[in-house]
């Protein structure tokens, strides 16, 4: 018989250190030579990235400790590592430079120079140039500002030596590609203050005899038009994702310009270019192509012009956009609401799936919560997507009566998405009797350009009205307690969480993790952010210095003394994104206003928490927030200590 407790009180044999495990992400998934490699994340090991290597024992580990394939172009960073003649080029995350490892041997060196100052040149998004070159993105310092950066296109060989320059069209580039006659190349660029969902160009340049690139020109884009991803599909054709429609779908792109939709459909089969170097289509053969459709594997039919999904395989619902193709199918990550992110290889004919990866089997099975899909109203009209995780554990039930605390969780970006899979940082709570709410407001891909768009100027006023219908709705129709909402959010996420809880009554407490807080000081080229999104906030709030009262009017820094309810503050100390200042200047000056708070900073990490114990300490700090907030004593969890 279940045992009857509080919400917030159950025993779960889900720690956070399970958590932290599951943090072995993969990524950035390539074929090499009928294998498949990939990029691991290692929480153990501060966040270090290896790659593997499928094989019949297991994977076997390619870059052992201390390397670690990472890199900071555009801050996020792009591929970090790509197979030539037998050699391993990668992008080392402690100099930023790119090193060449021979499997065989074991042998690694760098062979980009040495820079003036640490991290003042820096590369990504590798790819396979023509004679064994390294085709990639350089980033370089050229000044104090965080905006004070130079890009062009190198041609790196694997001997070493000095970069040759190839290009250097727009402020922002991807990695060229070689077409299959080696006689042009291709690439995506954009410029401020457009980010790379808002509009890029697809550009094309011929090869010249000595390596280097003649004048580009652009074959696809604009203004209005974002391409996500390309492709050479022949010497006079290419394959990208643009939205010229309002959607991203795959277009075949001649050399002079001319577009082909392959198969026009109302969904996205592409995704916000973040990193540069992912991959959402992959060509299949025979005029089919794998795709992925807001999360779902398809294949597009150039014959039918149809996108079919692929009939879902051991519970596997959400691929990432880390497509490849395989004989007979395709590989990438996968997860499901009951799996974690693993490398898989589907093959598209028998529907036959194998794990080349280690087996992933999620701790307390029976203890993890099942998402469901569900469709909010809005203040505008416009239905709002979310995924309802509630409290699971089959060894507790609540009182008679006794309503759940739900936290609302806001995903970063604001231009990401949440996918109804396993997330096991939900489950820590929802095992503990406390449900969570994904929420999908305006600006979140998946779902269109319109929709994408219903954020332009409207950040910090309609995604926290989003996240206000979809809390009340649960409280209307008897699902959460309406006394214990919370909500949670980091990066873009932190700053509707900051939001949310200095404008509005709804939430009683809010987990604000490295977070944005001061809207004008965050943005410009003297701004406390990164160049990237340096002006992202203008398309967000609006255009400087017309509105600048609008910044300040929306900033939570500047409403710090309207704070609705307690406010637990976590920050990584080496975070270029959104730097601890924000953050250092927000509890300053909640100190004396009565509001209880508490403020967790994390040496070494940056945007995003990637060491096992920091993710571990984090999730037990707002644990106990949530119970000193909402009235219960969770068990096994230090106490945390709120100041006023």
Avoid at 542 to 555: I, K
Wanted: with cysteine.
């Amino acid at each position: 018989m279940p045992e009857t407790a509080p919400h917030g009180t159950w025993t779960s044999p889900l720690q956070a250190s399970d958590v932290a495990a599951a943090g072995a992400l993969p990524q950035w998934v390539a074929a090499v030579g009928g294998e498949l490699w990939w990029a691991e994340s290692r929480p153990a090991e501060q966040g270090r990235i290896t790659l593997l290597r499928a094989g019949d024992d297991g994977p076997e580990e390619l870059l052992p400790a201390p390397w670690s394939a990472r890199n900071r172009l555009h801050e996020y960073g792009g591929r970090p590592w790509v197979e030539t003649g037998g050699l391993i080029a990668f992008t080392h995350w402690a100099d930023q430079r790119i090193h060449v490892r021979d499997p065989r041997t074991g042998h690694t060196a760098p062979v980009t120079p040495e820079p003036a100052e640490p991290h003042g040149v820096r590369y990504g998004d590798l790819r396979r140039g023509p004679d064994g070159q390294v085709w990639a993105v350089r980033e370089t310092s050229t000044g104090p500002r965080r905006t004070d950066v130079r890009r062009d296109l190198v041609a790196v060989s694997p001997a070493g030596g000095e970069p040759v320059p190839l290009a250097a069209s727009h402020h922002f580039l991807t990695a060229p590609q070689p077409s299959p006659d080696g006689r042009h190349a291709a690439w995506l660029g954009w410029d401020h203050p457009a980010m790379p969902w808002d509009g890029t160009e697809l550009c094309v340049a011929e090869i010249r005899a000595d390596g280097t690139f003649g004048p580009h020109r652009v074959v696809a884009g604009g203004p209005d038009v974002a391409v996500c991803q390309l492709e050479w599909e022949s010497a006079g054709s290419l394959l990208a994702l643009l939205d010229p429609g309002g959607w991203w779908n795959l277009h075949r792109v001649t050399l002079d310009g001319e577009l082909t939709n392959l198969a026009p459909v109302e969904r996205e089969l592409g995704g916000a270019l973040w990193k540069p170097g992912t991959r959402w289509f992959a060509p299949l053969g025979g005029g089919r192509h794998a795709v992925v459709a807001a999360g779902r594997l398809a294949v597009l039919d150039e014959a039918t012009g149809t996108v079919t999904d692929v009939p879902e395989a051991a519970g596997l619902t959400e691929w990432s956009p880390t497509l490849t193709a395989v004989a007979g199918g395709v590989a990438g990550v996968a997860a499901g609401p009951r799996s974690e992110p693993a490398v898989v290889r589907l093959d598209l004919g028998s529907g036959t799936l194998t794990r080349p990866g280690a087996p992933v089997e999620p701790p307390a099975r029976e203890h993890l919560p099942v998402p469901r899909r569900r469709w909010f109203g809005s203040v505008d009209g416009e239905p709002v997507p979310a995924y309802v995780y509630p409290p699971a554990n089959p060894d507790h039930r609540a009182p008679d009566g006794e309503l759940p605390p739900y936290v609302v969780h806001v995903h970063g970006g604001p231009t990401g998405r949440h996918q109804g899979t396993l997330d096991l940082e939900f489950a820590y709570f929802t095992s503990r009797g406390i449900g969570v709410v994904a929420v999908d407001y305006a600006g979140s891909t998946g779902y269109g350009r319109r929709y994408r768009e219903r954020l332009r100027e409207q950040w910090g006023v309609l995604d926290v009205a989003d996240c206000v219908a979809v809390a009340e709705a649960l409280v209307a129709e008897g699902t959460a307690d309406p006394e214990r909402l919370a909500i949670r959010g980091g990066s873009a996420g932190g700053f509707t969480s900051a939001a949310a809880i200095t404008s509005v009554r709804t939430f009683r407490a809010a987990t604000i993790k490295f977070p944005i807080l001061d809207l004008a000081a965050w943005t410009g080229e003297g701004g406390e952010t990164h160049d990237f999104e340096s002006r992202y906030v203008e398309g967000l709030v609006g255009p400087l210095p017309d509105t600048a009262e609008r910044y300040r009017e929306r900033s939570p820094l500047h409403r710090a003394a309207s704070t609705a309810g307690p406010v637990l503050l976590l920050q990584g100390l080496d975070d270029q994104i959104c730097p601890p200042e924000q953050a250092d200047r927000f509890v300053a000056a909640l100190h004396g206003t009565g509001v209880p708070h508490a403020y967790l900073t994390f040496p070494g990490e940056q945007h995003g928490f990637r060491g096992a114990e920091t993710i571990e300490a984090a999730l037990e700090a707002e644990l106990s927030f949530y119970g000193q907030v909402f009235g219960f004593a969770p068990p096994g969890v230090p106490r945390l200590e709120l100041r006023r």
